[in-house]
Structure formats: structure tokens, C-alpha cells
């Protein structure tokens, strides 16, 4: 039996619902590694049981800001410097400075996984000060890296026309896994980040006159501003927030959902370059998307007819054709098409890129 290499993989979240980090943890432990992942433990984060990999989660004296990364980075810094290991895998930006030390020292390989074009995030792109702070260690570190990957090509020429590194491309698709359709119930399901530039403040706006309910999964920074928002307008019968879930539960409400939502406004390069996963769990539940005009998804889904592109975020239009969508002729077929497209796109074809990154590692 030849013997497991030992990677240890870093997250700023708290792993329950970072469904790329259980992707590459799962893909790596099923393939003869044996996988620690690391991240933090907030004070309503769920249970985490993981069949076939270890995980430890920190609790940190401060859970926002620059305090924050601080603290998360000494944790980290100082478990991988004692943990055994063969290989380190940094998640994005803010577990980087910590691994990328720690290999420096101990002459472990690096793999750098970036979600998204951090230094471009919308809570950044307001805030200058902060934002340099963030790119002065993007500068210092990125040109001397030599294993990368990344989430869309775009974010890929990036980086390597600012710090010539070579970033793979893996997207983040989902699992493809046998299942049963649905009977699909008359609401529209949002699923991800309550983040600024989403689409979510105009979503709620556009609701009164939206012949169905909206069901919004996840959490995030506008959260409070948002129910506030559904309260004021008299809409808490109309508009239901889920919470996080994990990806079981989420998967159920996705699968029943009429149609699902992808507005991101084009805020910052990074939702400009991204390429929302949030889409492809939709086409993996047969639910047809209402999307953003965003270059990579335009890529992805040029010729698919899965659903159609965002018109207007104008309250009336935009519910104009929510409306003619769950009524639309081409329904069924969308659906059909979002049958053959996740044969397509899903991890098992995404996962290659991982095993050809490891491989380079030997």
C-alpha cells in the first residue's frame, strides 16, 4: 500500500457551507491523501462531520476586520508550522501570508487556491486604505508562487499580466450525482452571499409584483439591512429568509424552486471576471436561471438555453420578467437543457486540474 501524503488545507471560513474547500478535500482524500483542513469556529457554526478527512477549527478573540486576519493568520501560522504535512493549500488571499511563511520555513509546496480576484471584492473596492494593504501582499508573494489555480480565466490573465504566475483554471462546479426531479413549487430561490452588489436590495424591491415567493438562502454583511428592507415593505409573507444551510438542505430547496437568481451587478473586477456557482447549482436541479451579463458566465453559457439574461434592474421590469418566465413557453425546454449542460459542467470534469496540480507536486 503506498503511503498517503499529508496536505493540509487553510480556510478563512468556518467550513460548513464553503462547498469548493469540501470539493478539493473530498477529491484529495479519495485519491490518497490524507487531508487536514483548517478554519474557524464562530459562535453558530454548525457541527462539521466529515467522513473521509480531519478538520480543526479555531476560535478567534475577533471575528471582523484587520484584528481579524491578524488573528487568523497567527493561528494558522503557528498549527502549520507544527502540524506533520507534505503539502500546504492556501484558500484565497487572507490564509496566504501565514502558508506561504510556513512553506518558506519548512520548504513544504504551496498550492494557492484564489475564489475570486480578492484585492476587487466590492467591501475592498470602497475602501482604499484597506484594499492597499491587501494588494502590498498580493505584490509581495504572487510572483513567487509556482503552483496556483484559480476560478475563471479571466481572474487567470490577471494575475499572470500583473505578476506573470501561471494560475490553473478549475471552476467551481457542482458534484454530478443521480437524482430525482422535482415537482416544481411556484417561488424563486436566491442561494449565497448577502453581500453587497448582488442584486438583492432591487430582487426585494421587484417583489410586490412578482407572482411568486422569494426564498433567500445564505448570509452575509447586508443581511439585517435586508430583512429590514422585507419588513418595512410588508413583504415578510412574500420574501422568507433560509439562513445558511448546509448543502443537503440547500440542494432541496433548489430543486423545488421555480426559477433561481444571479443578478451580481459588475462592482469591482472581481464580480465583473466571476463566474457565480450559485448558476451551476441551479442547472444541476434543472431549475432555470435568470442571470447577469457577466463575461465569463456569457462564455460558459453561450449557445445554452438554461434560462435568459438579466433585462433591467428596474423594480417593474425586473418583475416583468420574472413573471414571463415562470409562465414561459420555453420552460420545459430550458429544463432539458440544463439536463445535458451538467453533464457537461461538474466537478468530476473540474477535479482533472487538481490531480494534474498534484502531480507536479511529486
Request: charged share 25%; hydrophobic share 40%.
Amino acid at each position: 500500500m503506498s503511503h498517503k501524503k499529508k496536505i493540509v488545507v487553510s480556510v478563512s471560513s468556518d467550513l460548513s457551507t464553503d462547498q469548493r474547500v469540501q470539493k478539493v478535500c473530498n477529491t484529495l482524500a479519495t485519491n490518497n491523501f490524507e487531508v487536514l483542513v483548517l478554519g474557524r469556529q464562530l459562535p453558530h457554526s454548525p457541527k462539521f462531520g466529515s467522513l473521509n478527512y480531519s478538520h480543526k477549527r479555531f476560535r478567534l478573540w475577533f471575528n471582523k476586520g484587520a484584528l481579524f486576519y491578524a488573528n487568523l493568520n497567527v493561528c494558522l501560522f503557528f498549527t502549520l508550522l507544527f502540524s506533520k504535512s507534505n503539502i500546504l493549500y492556501a484558500n484565497d488571499l487572507d490564509t496566504l501570508l501565514a502558508n506561504y511563511l510556513v512553506s518558506k520555513l519548512r520548504s513544504k509546496p504551496l498550492v494557492y487556491d484564489s475564489h475570486e480576484y480578492f484585492t476587487q471584492v466590492p467591501e475592498l473596492v470602497n475602501r482604499p486604505s484597506v484594499q492597499r494593504i491587501w494588494e502590498r501582499i498580493e505584490k509581495a508573494i504572487l510572483p513567487k508562487l509556482k503552483h496556483c489555480i484559480t476560478v475563471t480565466e479571466q481572474i487567470a490573465k490577471v494575475y499572470k499580466k500583473k505578476y506573470n504566475t501561471h494560475f490553473a483554471v478549475m471552476r467551481n462546479f457542482p458534484l454530478l450525482q443521480d437524482q430525482q426531479l422535482e415537482e416544481k413549487e411556484n417561488f424563486i430561490v436566491y442561494q449565497g452571499a448577502l453581500n453587497v452588489g448582488r442584486g438583492l436590495e432591487e430582487l426585494i424591491a421587484a417583489m410586490p409584483f412578482v407572482n411568486a415567493k422569494l426564498w433567500i438562502a445564505g448570509a452575509g454583511d447586508i443581511e439585517d439591512q435586508l430583512r429590514q428592507k422585507v419588513q418595512d415593505s410588508n413583504l415578510s409573507d412574500k420574501v422568507i429568509f433560509l439562513g445558511r444551510l448546509d448543502p443537503i438542505e440547500l440542494r432541496g430547496y433548489t430543486q423545488k424552486a421555480k426559477l433561481g437568481m444571479s443578478i451580481e451587478h459588475k462592482m469591482g473586477l472581481n464580480y465583473t471576471y466571476a463566474l457565480p456557482n450559485k448558476i451551476f447549482d441551479y442547472i444541476h436541479c434543472e431549475t432555470p436561471v435568470l442571470y447577469a451579463d457577466l463575461i465569463e458566465v456569457k462564455k460558459v453559457l453561450q449557445g445554452a438555453a438554461i434560462g435568459e439574461e438579466l433585462e433591467s434592474y428596474e423594480s417593474k421590469v425586473l418583475a416583468q420578467q420574472i413573471n414571463h418566465m415562470l409562465e414561459s413557453a420555453n420552460y420545459k425546454g430550458w429544463q432539458q437543457n440544463c439536463l445535458k449542460l451538467r453533464k457537461e459542467l461538474n466537478w468530476q470534469q473540474e477535479e482533472k486540474v487538481l490531480f494534474k496540480m498534484m502531480d507536479q507536486l511529486e
